[in-house]
């Protein structure tokens, strides 16, 4: 995606008893270049609060280009979770 133009990613997301699923797409050509997708959570949101502990993924299709992945995140017990998908460059 080009960051200078405004988008939206590709992202749904279902809370399905203690897990919240959150499901993307990514580039197959991104990941063979080395780019990393990691899931993250927070509870609070401050930026040193964000963690990929207990997510776990699933690759629901691939055709070559793309993959649709499911990650599943732990609800938590404060009632809320954020969560966001943190992509870092190929070194």
Do not use: C
């Given at each position: 995606?080009?960051?200078?133009?405004?988008?939206?990613?590709?992202?749904t997301t279902t809370r399905?008893?203690?897990?919240?699923?959150?499901?993307?797409?990514?580039?197959?050509?991104?990941?063979?270049?080395g780019a990393v997708f990691?899931?993250?959570?927070?509870?609070?949101?401050?930026?040193?609060?964000?963690?990929?502990?207990?997510?776990?993924?699933?690759?629901?299709?691939?055709?070559?280009?793309?993959?649709?992945?499911?990650?599943?995140?732990?609800?938590?017990?404060?009632?809320?979770?954020?969560?966001?998908?943190?992509?870092?460059?190929?070194?």
């Amino acid at each position: 995606m080009n960051p200078t133009i405004a988008s939206t990613l590709p992202v749904t997301t279902t809370r399905n008893g203690a897990v919240f699923e959150f499901t993307y797409t990514r580039s197959v050509a991104a990941l063979n270049a080395g780019a990393v997708f990691t899931v993250e959570w927070s509870d609070t949101l401050p930026g040193t609060s964000w963690s990929s502990s207990g997510v776990t993924e699933q690759i629901l299709s691939e055709n070559g280009t793309v993959q649709q992945v499911k990650a599943l995140v732990p609800v938590g017990s404060q009632g809320r979770r954020f969560v966001h998908l943190k992509v870092t460059a190929p070194p």
